[in-house]
């Protein structure tokens, strides 16, 4: 642990992942997909974390919302440990995951309703984030009628009406196109800014995840570990003209160096 | 999202796959449409001229407008009538007894695993056996009432029924389930607002191959016991040679069949407008 985070406070500490394994039988062989993982995450930062394809990202994604179990070790969050999925953690899925039988709206009430929030203040929550994604237009839409971008959107949407204090993110735009990608990148950024929320964003690309992020983590595969952990000392709002300055494509270079040559 | 649910129920139920082809060709290009249905009446029309024909070589086979005779005399003495409801009554007793049995059991099987471990077996010994060689048994055992009928009607439709349901709630999407957990559903929730929904047109398509197998059934049964009844009819037909009241039976049996699985069918279009088609 680097001496910048022992200053962390318990109370900075949202995140913290205490030496996780994760093991898997796989015909009778134990798999190691998660070999020891340590990682704290302070409130209001913004986390990405790339790595090689089965270096077992979705994994200890899974593990932080709850919905798998480590082996050994823990995840902490404000100071509890996680024991199954909470509206406290939002979740978003490369694969959308919107019920494609309810329409965008319903979508977006879906935990509202679990929550059993009155029908009428219910509303008025979907209704403002469905604007804040921009589907105001679609809200009456089933998600077959969308585009890869705005189903993305959408799940953005539900999981914000929850107001999650943690959002986790699967690589949720790498089903989309590249200029699709960018402006989804520059939405939530601008989200973000405004609410500093703590978000822990998954993905294999590299641009991506030094533009979006506060800090990098870089893993490594068999074992799934952390390789390097990467600050971005680049201020927000991140502009284009962040993106094409020399110090992003340093940074840049440096993450690409770390997931290809590890 | 996933499996087309016709195909999964098709490829494990091993029955013919019910005619969904051709109205999602129609829905997505509607230019064509219209050309469609000329065809169809094209060729229903073409069908009855080349029976009549047939009918023309001495082949001993009732021309079109004798058995529209014979279909207006059975309708008139009442008899038509009697057939329809005999065997109506039955095929629908049986199926929605089939089916009200079929739904839970089906979803029990694909939630809890220790009712798969249970009934799967059964169900599938039980599939392998047609249900017309129950009917043996039925009566040896039921006597030759309403009841063996009834219940081998309701066994074939359970079993075509159940087989799909169960499907549909094993391939409900994990991420879909995962989800609802995240946003605060739990179990009872998740079975009602998730699996339910994603598993309708599994049990909708079930339901379609199930009434199919009640209406063959039914004849069936009718032909080996019955007082009455649209089989029943066609079996006495044969022993005094009345071919044409074979036809009645035969054309009757078709168009209810089509009739009732067209009925299905709009519904099922009704409550799966949100499945993307491919
Ligand atoms: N249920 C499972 N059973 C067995 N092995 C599993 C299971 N889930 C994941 N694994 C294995 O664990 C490793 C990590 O998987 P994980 O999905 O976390 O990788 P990832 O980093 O998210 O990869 P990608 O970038 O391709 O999404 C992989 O090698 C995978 O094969
Ligand atoms: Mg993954």
Redesign the interface.
């Known amino acids: 642990m680097n001496p910048a985070e022992q200053t962390l406070t318990a109370t900075d500490r949202k995140i913290q992942v205490r030496d996780i394994t994760k093991h898997y039988e796989v015909g009778g062989k134990r798999f190691e997909a998660l070999g020891g993982v340590s990682l704290d995450v302070a409130e209001n930062e913004f986390v990405t974390v790339v790595g090689p394809s089965g270096c077992g990202k979705s994994t200890l994604m899974n593990i932080l919302g709850g919905l798998d179990e480590p082996t050994s070790g823990s995840a902490v969050v404000d100071g509890k440990e996680v024991r199954g999925p909470s509206p406290e953690r939002g979740i978003i899925f490369q694969q959308y995951a919107l019920f494609p039988w309810l329409t965008v709206r319903q979508n977006v009430e879906f935990g509202l309703k679990t929550a059993r929030v009155p029908a009428d203040e219910r509303r008025r929550t979907a209704q403002h984030f469905i604007e804040m994604v921009g589907l105001a237009d679609f809200a009456d839409s089933l998600p077959k009628t969308l585009s890869g971008g705005m189903k993305q959107r959408c799940a953005i949407a539900r999981a914000y009406a929850m107001n999650p204090s943690i959002l986790l993110m699967d690589e949720p735009f790498g089903a989309l196109d590249a200029l699709s990608r960018v402006r989804m990148q520059e939405h939530l950024l601008e989200t973000w800014e405004q609410d500093r929320r703590t978000i822990v964003f998954i993905t294999h690309d590299v641009d991506e995840a030094a533009f979006l992020a506060n800090r990098v983590v870089v893993m490594a595969a068999r074992p799934g570990r952390i390789h390097r952990i990467i600050d971005v000392d680049l201020p927000y709002p991140r502009t284009e003209d962040v993106r094409l300055s020399p110090e992003f494509t340093a940074i840049r270079n440096d993450i690409w160096t770390s997931v290809y040559h590890q | ?1 996933s499996a087309d649910p016709q195909a999964a129920v098709v490829s494990t139920a091993g029955t013919a796959p019910p005619e969904g082809g051709p109205t999602a060709a129609v829905t997505s290009t509607k230019r064509r449409a219209p050309s469609l249905l000329v065809l169809n009446i094209a060729t229903i029309f073409l069908g009855l001229g080349l029976w009549w024909l047939i009918s023309l070589t001495g082949l001993q086979i009732p021309s079109p407008v004798e058995v529209l005779l014979a279909g207006i005399d059975l309708a008139a003495s009442g008899i038509l009538l009697t057939d329809i409801v005999a065997s109506l009554t039955r095929v629908l007793t049986g199926f929605l007894l089939g089916t009200a049995l079929a739904i839970p059991v089906g979803f029990l099987m694909g939630w809890y695993g220790w009712a798969r471990g249970l009934l799967e077996p059964w169900v599938q010994f039980f599939r392998t056996v047609p249900p017309l060689a129950i009917i043996p048994l039925a009566i040896v055992l039921m006597g030759i009432g309403e009841q063996p009928k009834i219940f081998v009607i309701f066994l074939a439709a359970f079993l075509s029924c159940v087989i799909s349901t169960f499907q549909g709630v094993v391939q409900v ?1 994990r ?2 389930i ?8 739990k179990d009872g ?1 998740i079975f009602a ?2 699996v339910v ?2 598993s ?1 047109p599994f049990i909708l398509v079930g339901m379609r191959v199930g009434l199919g197998s009640a209406w063959a059934t039914v004849v069936a049964a009718e032909l080996i016991a019955a007082q009455q009844g649209l089989g029943y009819r066609m079996q006495q037909a044969q022993i005094y040679y009345d071919l044409p009241t074979i036809f009645v039976g035969i054309l009757v049996i078709g168009l209810f069949g089509l009739v009732m699985d067209r009925v299905l069918l709009a519904i099922e279009s009704k409550l799966t ?4 088609r491919r």
């Open positions: 999202m999407d991420t879909l995962n989800a609802a957990r995240v946003l605060g559903a929730t607002r998730v929904p994603a309708t407008v949100w499945q993307e």
